[in-house]
């Protein structure tokens, strides 16, 4: 365990987290969670991953706002670029960029590409999700960062930084600095510090929960008749609950 109580977790329980995806670590996260399940701690409108062979991306979020249609940001403060580097130089890793696009819902700009994605890669970051647009998908691709985004653009228009280490509202979700991310292709979740101990041993239970009931009673139904079928899946949902109850106090998904 990490001796940082707003990074609560290992390198390597991280890297066990990544293993999952972001269905699977929701699973876990509803038993933890004193949130609601059907409204925080995830996109509640569409995003799209542009890097899906990439896999999950797990990481703390540096926040930023953006608003590409506006140039006099860039006269506001010329110097946002060198201190929005050094703030996310100074967080924990692995990061991800949450940024939050002030034009939307107009796209007009991307404050990411080829040169943006290698320079946050060697500040430790893995990804973004940006309420906005990315390009040069390939190179950011090649570079080995991830975006989930709302669409690809051409231009960078004024991509400037705005302010930065600030919440963030992206995809109808708000997200704190140093909240835990998990996202891949179906969107990502939100995981604040104080659940965050305890969200890898939920996923892992969870998902064995599944696989020892619901999906063995579908999986070993060849040769049973229809009743029998619905007899074992009657009795495998009584089982999860059980084991989900026992566990958490929840009934759990069935």
């Given at each position: 365990?990490?001796?940082?109580?707003?990074?609560?977790?290992?390198?390597?329980?991280?890297?066990?987290?990544?293993?999952?995806?972001?269905?699977?670590?929701?699973?876990?996260?509803?038993?933890?969670?004193?949130?609601?399940?059907?409204?925080?701690?995830?996109?509640?409108?569409?995003?799209?991953?542009?890097?899906?062979?990439?896999?999950?991306?797990?990481?703390?979020?540096?926040?930023?706002?953006?608003?590409?249609?506006?140039?006099?940001?860039?006269?506001?403060?010329?110097?946002?670029?060198?201190?929005?580097?050094?703030?996310?130089?100074?967080?924990?890793?692995?990061?991800?960029?949450?940024?939050?696009?002030?034009?939307?819902?107009?796209?007009?700009?991307?404050?990411?590409?080829?040169?943006?994605?290698?320079?946050?890669?060697?500040?430790?970051?893995?990804?973004?999700?940006?309420?906005?647009?990315?390009?040069?998908?390939?190179?950011?691709?090649?570079a080995g960062f991830?975006?989930?985004?709302?669409?690809?653009?051409?231009?960078?228009?004024?991509?400037?930084?705005?302010?930065?280490?600030?919440?963030?509202?992206?995809?109808?979700?708000?997200?704190?600095?140093?909240?835990?991310?998990?996202?891949?292709?179906?969107?990502?979740?939100?995981?604040?510090?104080?659940?965050?101990?305890?969200?890898?041993?939920?996923?892992?239970?969870?998902?064995?929960?599944?696989?020892?009931?619901?999906?063995?009673?579908?999986?070993?139904?060849?040769?049973?008749?229809?009743?029998?079928?619905?007899?074992?899946?009657?009795?495998?949902?009584?089982?999860?609950r059980k084991a989900?109850?026992?566990?958490?106090?929840?009934?759990?998904?069935?």
């Open positions: 365990m990490n001796s940082d109580p707003k990074y609560p977790l290992s390198h390597a329980e991280l890297l066990q987290l990544k293993r999952w995806n972001t269905p699977t670590i929701y699973n876990g996260w509803e038993q933890i969670t004193k949130s609601n399940p059907a409204r925080d701690g995830f996109n509640l409108e569409e995003t799209r991953d542009f890097m899906p062979q990439m896999g999950p991306m797990v990481g703390y979020a540096v926040t930023l706002a953006i608003e590409p249609s506006n140039a006099k940001h860039r006269e506001l403060n010329p110097n946002a670029w060198s201190e929005y580097r050094r703030y996310v130089a100074g967080v924990p890793g692995p990061k991800i960029v949450v940024v939050q696009d002030l034009d939307k819902p107009r796209v007009v700009g991307s404050f990411w590409g080829e040169v943006n994605s290698n320079i946050h890669r060697a500040l430790g970051c893995v990804g973004t999700i940006v309420d906005g647009a990315v390009r040069d998908l390939d190179e950011m691709t090649n991830k975006a989930l985004a709302r669409r690809l653009c051409v231009g960078h228009a004024f991509a400037h930084p705005i302010r930065w280490n600030c919440p963030v509202q992206v995809f109808g979700c708000a997200i704190q600095p140093g909240d835990l991310i998990h996202a891949d292709k179906h969107g990502f979740l939100v995981i604040p510090a104080a659940e965050q101990s305890k969200l890898l041993e939920a996923a892992c239970f969870m998902d064995a929960n599944e696989c020892r009931t619901l999906i063995a009673a579908a999986r070993h139904s060849a040769g049973c008749s229809m009743d029998e079928t619905l007899q074992r899946l009657d009795a495998a949902m009584h089982e999860f989900t109850n026992d566990r958490f106090k929840h009934k759990g998904e069935w």
